[in-house]
């Protein structure tokens, strides 16, 4: 990474004064440590160191640090008892898989076991007694045949960071992770079609990618841990899909085992292909529940080197809106991400997160927007963000704001909107809805859950504004059952009624299986149950999650 001057001057769009902003340290996530004693594990920042981090980090991270404040509802909450079909594992399903795999990679280790039973957020916690680490195909291909054939549940899981407890069992499921499939198979660098293996880390493939002049499509705070299997299954969004699009268009194929162990080669490298049905798309956003994805062919766009990123002030939810329409009007192919947050995301940040400095402080505003736009001519492209923002200045659409000078800055200004999911879980109890909205609708349900839940929370709003996808969190100091109950089911009532849906890039995973019905019709619910059952037809993997277990059994 670049060496970066200690004092950074920013460029103030608001007319007649220039920002207070400086920093007297380059303003790095202050959770990060490497090379000594125990790294506390996220995430969700440090979007552009390339360290790979493993789970053993998340221990060091929570113990002692917050934990207390926390209470495990997967379960308990869902009301779920284990399915009566499934087997318990015992002592010749160890053997075998010791078997197939060597000893190595059949993890029985409390700790490591711990880890892997719990979410990133620690709200759904599992007692699975077994973490399997296939390094092939093959090896995936047997571990499935074997627990269909015993009935053994299984949760297939990635780097663990999803934010609705897909990825760690309900009861005992048997973990199987793919961390060691991480090859790299094969780059075209006329197509830029990369293809790897599931167990692949996002910010790995985005590096080797640089190497080779391209770009990942897809862009997570969790990018550091994450696989692009999972990735791929939960049908992640994230940061550059206003640009490069969503996962449905960039993966162009796909290996994946079955539940009876079938190994399906969809592994096309072809941009067009109309041989009939599409069956990968089935896999993409599945979470897990129809098959366990072992290879991915994905297209990657040539990487820009003229960044740009400007963090601006807007005085209300409207003018934010017409900046995005106006953005996407003038900017046209350059814009790369639209984000917003409100004032109460970046109180939540200067409060929790440190380190975090506000780059507009001389007022807290009621809302912000970070754009950033990404193109070919420095001079130019500089130029056209700048004109642009004189004029939305003009025009009374921000009302303040700064452009990053260097990389450093660029930084610090995405450390505030991609800390925030760390920033909320270090406040207490977080209840996380990700939700798609028209976005004129979409703060609408913030303001109206502020006015439901008065003083007993705190409500805020942030997302992706350019994609209509709206994180609304709502933070207790502790668990507490009565504002639950006055979130839900009315959040999912109002996303329904004003046509919105219900998971717009976390997926459901545990948390929303029941709630399916808010935003797929029940011939829909009913033709996904039918496809499960083809593909699965015990119903071992990724048991409890994407459909309520009514429509399956
Ligand atoms: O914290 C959340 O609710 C969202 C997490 C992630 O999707 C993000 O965009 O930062
Ligand atoms: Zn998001």
Redesign the pocket.
């Known amino acids: 990474m670049e060496k970066l001057a200690p004092i950074l001057q920013t460029i103030v769009v608001a007319k007649n004064r220039r920002s207070s902003l400086e920093f007297d340290e380059p303003s790095r996530s202050s959770d990060f440590c490497s090379g000594t004693g125990i790294c506390r594990f996220n995430p ?1 920042i440090e979007r552009r160191s390339r360290t790979v981090w493993t789970c053993w980090y998340l221990r060091g991270y929570y113990i002692g640090k917050s934990l207390v404040q926390r209470k495990y509802y997967g379960s308990v909450a869902s009301g779920l008892q284990k399915n009566p079909t499934f087997a318990t594992l015992n002592l010749d399903d160890v053997n075998y898989f010791k078997g197939i795999l060597g000893e190595k990679n059949v993890i029985q280790d409390e700790d490591r076991l711990a880890t892997a039973n719990v979410d990133w957020m620690h709200k759904y916690k599992g007692s699975s007694k077994l973490l399997l680490r296939p390094t092939c195909t093959e090896e995936v291909s047997q571990i499935l045949k074997y627990c269909n054939s015993r009935r053994l549940a299984v949760v297939p899981q990635g780097g663990n960071t999803g ?1 609705v407890g897909g990825s760690v069992p309900v009861f005992d499921e048997v973990i199987v992770n793919l961390g060691s499939m991480d090859k790299i198979i094969s780059f075209d660098k006329v197509s830029g079609i990369l293809v790897c293996e599931a167990g692949s880390i996002l910010e790995n493939l985005d590096a080797f990618l640089a190497n080779e002049g391209f770009i990942m499509p897809l862009d ?3 990018k550091g841990s994450c696989h692009i299997g999972g990735n791929v299954s939960t049908n ?4 550059r899909m206003i640009r490069y699009g969503s996962l449905h268009g960039n993966v162009l194929g796909l290996e994946a085992v079955l539940a009876n162990g079938t190994v399906l080669d969809m592994l096309g490298t072809l941009r067009k292909d109309n041989t009939g049905y599409d069956l990968k798309q089935l896999f993409i956003g599945s979470e897990g529940s129809l098959g366990i994805i072992t290879k991915v062919s994905i297209l990657t766009p040539s990487r820009l080197f003229s960044t740009n990123l400007a963090f601006l002030a807007c005085n209300d939810f409207f003018s934010c809106q017409k900046l995005l329409l106006e953005a996407k009007r003038k900017l046209g192919e350059v814009l790369s991400a639209f ?1 917003f947050l409100d004032s109460q995301s970046m109180e939540m940040v200067l409060a929790h997160l440190d380190g975090t400095r506000n780059p507009l402080p001389s007022s807290l505003y009621h809302f912000y927007v970070l754009i950033e736009t990404t193109g070919s001519d420095p001079s130019y492209d500089r130029e056209k963000l700048e004109a642009f923002l004189l004029q939305s200045m003009e025009g009374g659409l921000i009302c303040d704001g700064a452009v990053a000078q260097d990389t450093n800055q660029s930084s610090s200004f995405w450390h505030i ?2 800390g ?2 760390e920033a ?1 879980s270090k406040a207490g109890t ?1 209840y ?3 939700l798609s909205l028209p976005v004129e609708k979409m703060y609408g349900l913030v303001e109206e859950m502020r006015l439901r839940l008065g003083q007993s929370a705190k409500v805020v709003g ?3 504004l350019g994609d209509g ?1 709206l ?3 709502i933070s207790t100091p502790e668990y507490d059952d009565s504002v639950l109950r006055k979130i839900e089911p009315f959040v999912y009532e109002w996303t329904s009624k004003h046509k919105g849906s219900i998971s717009a ?2 997926g459901l995973g545990l948390m929303k299986a029941n709630e399916i019905h808010y935003s797929k019709s029940p011939e829909t619910v009913q033709l996904m149950a039918s496809i499960k059952k083809l593909l699965d037809p015990n119903c071992i993997l990724n048991p409890y999650k994407v459909l309520p277990q009514s429509v399956l059994h």
């Open positions: 969700y934010l997570l705070g969790a992640a969004g994230g940061l984000e909107r991609e925030l999911p909320l977080v996380k809805y990700d942030y997302g992706h996808n994180h609304l969190n890039e976390h």
